[in-house]
């Protein structure tokens, strides 16, 4: 039995993790998370086989999390699922530890693959998209982007300001202080040479982080 806890501060994003996974005689979910503390109080307290995380949660980010997962349990295999496309946040997330990525519009196609293949053959699942973005990036003709030197959490940031959301709803959605958004802002325009919110959206759309 594949022993599955969620983490996604979305109820009906479980309820359809859960609805693939039930009646499934070889899966069992047990646990849910709306948030890293939440995940890692469940972790305390049970063993699963595999987490399916969320990239985009309150509090610590889905990146964040997963390096202190794969700090505290080197041993415990994450699948990535997420709202946001494999050009935005795949290959970082691959980078961090995880094992596979997964757009939240193929819960239905790929998730059980996903799980199977991860617990039972210890390999990581790679969709087509995912291994366009591979191939992308050890492509030595290509020179590295800028915003591949940015944190996790400042890509995050440039990407909720070029979708269009202002410094007070970032923070909110982040449990942030407005001032640490504004703090990020600033080093994101410092280490890609960017003076305005419209250059960042400008790039943003001509590398195809915005969904």
């Not at 973005?133 to 300001?161: N, P, T, W, Y």
Request: hydrophobic share 40%; charged share 30%.
């Amino acid at each position: 039995m594949i022993k599955v806890v969620i983490a996604d501060d979305h109820p009906f994003i479980r309820e359809g993790v859960k609805k693939v996974v039930d009646g499934k005689i070889d899966l069992e979910i047990i646990g849910e998370a709306e948030n890293g503390n939440e995940l890692l109080a469940i972790l305390e307290e049970k063993t699963p086989d595999i987490i399916v995380l969320d990239i985009t949660m309150p509090g610590k980010s889905g990146l964040e999390l997963l390096k202190e997962l794969r700090d505290r349990y080197p041993n415990l295999p994450v699948l990535i699922l997420s709202i946001h496309s494999e050009e935005r946040f795949a290959i970082r997330a691959l980078k961090a530890g995880a094992f596979g990525y997964l757009t939240k519009a193929s819960i239905s196609d790929d998730l059980l693959k996903a799980i199977r293949k991860i617990v039972t053959e210890n390999r990581k699942y790679i969709t087509p998209e995912v291994a366009e973005q591979l191939a992308s990036q050890v492509d030595s003709s290509k020179e590295g982007a800028l915003h591949e030197a940015l944190s996790d959490r400042e890509f995050e940031v440039l990407c909720m300001i070029a979708s269009g959301k202002d410094v007070n709803d970032i923070a909110e959605e982040l449990s942030l202080s407005p001032q640490t958004i504004h703090t990020y802002r600033t080093r994101i325009k410092e280490k890609m040479n960017i003076s305005s919110n419209v250059e960042m959206t400008r790039y943003a759309i001509e590398n195809n982080l915005i969904e």
